[in-house]
Nanobody, 127 residues
Framework: VQLQASGGGMVQTGGSLRLSCAASGRTFSTLSMGWFRQAPGKEREFVAVISWSGTNTYLVDSVKGRFTISRDNAKDTVYLQMDSLKPEDTAVYYC?????????????????????WGQGTQVTVSS
C-alpha cells in the first residue's frame, strides 16, 4: 500500500486547511485510515481515524469540533478537514493505513497498530 498525503501549508490562526491522502495498492475500502501528527521535539500523536465505510470516526479531544475526517472510497482518498486552526496544531501530518479487516471495527489510536504510512505534509499555523 502506498499513501500520498497532500494539502499542507501555512495559515493564520483561525484558518482552515484540508489534507488529502490518496492510497493505492489495495482495495481502499478494506483499510481503516488514520491521521497522526508530529510537532518538533514531540512524539507522534494520534489525531483521527475512520472506519472502512466511513460510518465510524474517532478524533482526539484536542481537535474535536474543529477537525473532521472523511473518506471517498470511490476515489481511494481520505481527508482531514481542519478548521479553527491554532498554533498548537503546527506539525507534520501523516496519514496511515490499518490493514486489519473483517472483525468488528474499533478505533486504532496508537502508531504501532498501523501498517502503512504516508510521507507527511507540513502544517504551520501562525499566530
Amino acid at each position: 500500500v502506498q499513501l500520498q498525503a497532500s494539502g499542507g501549508g501555512m495559515v493564520q490562526t483561525g484558518g482552515s486547511l484540508r489534507l488529502s491522502c490518496a492510497a493505492s495498492g489495495r482495495t481502499f475500502s478494506t483499510l481503516s485510515m488514520g491521521w497522526f501528527r508530529q510537532a518538533p521535539g514531540k512524539e507522534r500523536e494520534f489525531v483521527a481515524v475512520i472506519s472502512w465505510s466511513g460510518t465510524n470516526t474517532y478524533l482526539v479531544d484536542s481537535v474535536k469540533g474543529r477537525f473532521t475526517i472523511s473518506r471517498d472510497n470511490a476515489k481511494d482518498t481520505v481527508y482531514l478537514q481542519m478548521d479553527s486552526l491554532k498554533p498548537e496544531d503546527t506539525a507534520v501530518y501523516y496519514c496511515a493505513a490499518d490493514s486489519r479487516y473483517g472483525s468488528g471495527w474499533y478505533p486504532a489510536i496508537t502508531a504501532h497498530e498501523y501498517d502503512y504510512w504516508g510521507q507527511g505534509t507540513q502544517v504551520t499555523v501562525s499566530s
